[in-house]
Antibody, heavy 115, light 112 residues
Framework: EVQLVESGGGLVQPGGSLRLSCAASGFTFSNYNMNWVRQAPGKGLEWISYISGSGVTVYADSVKGRFTISRDNAKNSLSLQMNSLRDEDTAVYHC?????????WGQGTLVTVSS | DVVMTQSPLSLPVTLGQPASISCRSSQSLVHSDGNTYLNWFQQRPGQSPRRLIYKISNRDSGVPDRFSGSGSGTDFTLKISRVEAEDVGIYYCMQATHWPLTFGGGTKVEIK
C-alpha cells in the first residue's frame, strides 16, 4: 500500500525556518517524481515545488529562493527546507507523487507562521 | 502562468440528480508528447485531496462510475451522473502540462 506521511510542521515566527519531511512507503521511491502542494486555511490548493527522481527541481515563484526541495532515495524520504517564512506561508503542506499524476497524497502537516 | 477557471463556485444539488463542473484553462493543455494533463480531485471535509480523474477522462481505481470527465484543449468538464451524500466536498481541476502547475479555485458541491 502506498503511503506518504508528512511531518515537521509547527509554529514559527516570521523570518524563521522549518524543515518538512515526507516518508514514503509501498512503492519504489526513486522511480517517482514528487511534489509539495500547500493549502492555506479555508483556501484552495497551490503547487509549490517538484523534484524528479534524479533531483531536477522546479519551484513556484511564491517560494523560489526561500524553499528548497530535496530527496534521499536511500531513505525513501522527501524534504522541504523553508527559510525566510512569511505569514502567507501558513498552510497545510502535502507531499504528492508523480510529475503529472498526483495520484497519492499525504495527510499533510500544518505550518503556522505567526509572531 | 496557466489560469484554471472553475465554475460554478458553489453547486447545490438534490440527491440523485446530476451535477456538472466546468474548468477552463487560459491556454491549451495539450502537451508536446500528445497527452493532455488535466486532473480532477475531490476533497471531502477534513480530508486530503483524492484524485478522481486523470488525463481528462481516465477514472481512478475505486472511483464510482457516476463520475466522468470530458473535454479537450482548454475546456473540460467533470460530471456526476447521480449525486450521493458522500460526494459532498470541494472539487478541483489541475493542469500538469505547463510549469508552474496550477489548480482551479475549486467548486463546492453541497446537498440542497
Amino acid at each position: 500500500e502506498v503511503q506518504l506521511v508528512e511531518s515537521g510542521g509547527g509554529l514559527v515566527q516570521p523570518g524563521g525556518s522549518l524543515r518538512l519531511s515526507c516518508a514514503a512507503s509501498g512503492f519504489t521511491f526513486s522511480n517517482y517524481n514528487m511534489n509539495w502542494v500547500r493549502q492555506a486555511p479555508g483556501k484552495g490548493l497551490e503547487w509549490i515545488s517538484y523534484i524528479s527522481g534524479s533531483g531536477v527541481t522546479v519551484y513556484a515563484d511564491s517560494v523560489k529562493g526561500r524553499f528548497t526541495i530535496s530527496r534521499d532515495n536511500a531513505k525513501n524520504s522527501l524534504s522541504l527546507q523553508m527559510n525566510s517564512l512569511r505569514d502567507e506561508d501558513t498552510a497545510v503542506y502535502h507531499c504528492t507523487r508523480g510529475r503529472a499524476d498526483f495520484d497519492y497524497w499525504g495527510q499533510g502537516t500544518l505550518v503556522t507562521v505567526s509572531s | 502562468d496557466v489560469v484554471m477557471t472553475q465554475s460554478p463556485l458553489s453547486l447545490p444539488v438534490t440527491l440523485g440528480q446530476p451535477a456538472s463542473i466546468s474548468c477552463r484553462s487560459s491556454q491549451s493543455l495539450v502537451h508536446s508528447d500528445g497527452n493532455t494533463y488535466l486532473n480532477w480531485f475531490q476533497q471531502r471535509p477534513g480530508q486530503s485531496p483524492r484524485r478522481l480523474i486523470y488525463k481528462i477522462s481516465n477514472r481512478d481505481s475505486g472511483v464510482p462510475d457516476r463520475f466522468s470527465g470530458s473535454g479537450s484543449g482548454t475546456d473540460f468538464t467533470l460530471k456526476i451522473s447521480r449525486v450521493e451524500a458522500e460526494d459532498v466536498g470541494i472539487y478541483y481541476c489541475m493542469q500538469a502540462t505547463h510549469w508552474p502547475l496550477t489548480f482551479g479555485g475549486g467548486t463546492k458541491v453541497e446537498i440542497k
